[in-house]
């Protein structure tokens, strides 16, 4: 058996590339999507920032996205399993809308990170509770440890993916 810190490290890692993944996918780093998204990214531009990682660092801190999407689907799936986990994205469909934003990234981040949690729970042993420490770990890796390093590295990432 794996110990719990090596689950919760591997979890972390699981739900970066999750919602990084579907934050590019979904095209966050290409424009502003709901408003406030502009003002943290020119903040971030001015401190020396990539633009289009500053978007998606926006787009992170003021709509519900693929992360926030992972996080309530942790949280879900660690109450009441997959229904829990599909509960989660009626919530995070309905924030979408709170907020005006289309909410493609959330609520498929929501589907997504609950089938991911499921399969890990039922045929690796992940214990649920540790992809709420993993999400919550990759949330602050992209947001707060620097948001200038972080928005240059999300950037590239995108001109890569674009």
């Known amino acids: 058996m794996i110990p719990e810190p090596a689950y919760i490290a591997a979890s972390a890692v699981i739900t970066l590339i999750l919602f990084v993944g579907l934050d590019l996918f979904w095209k966050l780093p290409a424009h502003a ?3 406030g998204t502009e003002t943290i990214e020119r903040e ?3 401190d020396g920032g990539d633009r289009c990682g500053g978007w998606m660092i926006g787009n992170i801190v003021t709509s519900p996205d693929a992360s926030a999407g992972t996080l ?6 660690w109450i009441w399993g997959v229904p829990g986990g ?3 994205a009626v ?3 309905i924030g979408a809308r709170i907020c005006a934003d289309k909410g493609y990234a959330a609520v498929s981040g929501t589907l997504l990170a609950t089938a991911v ?3 890990l729970d039922t045929f690796a042993g992940f214990p649920p509770e540790t992809f709420i420490a993993g999400i919550v770990i990759a949330i602050l890796i992209v947001q707060g440890i620097s948001p200038k390093h972080i928005s240059r590295i999300l950037g590239k990432l995108w001109r890569r993916c674009s």
Request: glycine share 10%; aromatic share 20%; proline share 0%.
């Open 72 to 77: 309530i689907a942790a949280c879900g799936y």
């Open 91 to 93: 919530l995070i469909f």
């Open 44 to 46: 971030i531009e001015a």
């Open 86 to 88: 599909l509960l989660a």
């Open 33 to 35: 999507g709901v408003s």
């Open 117 to 119: 949690f499921w399969a």
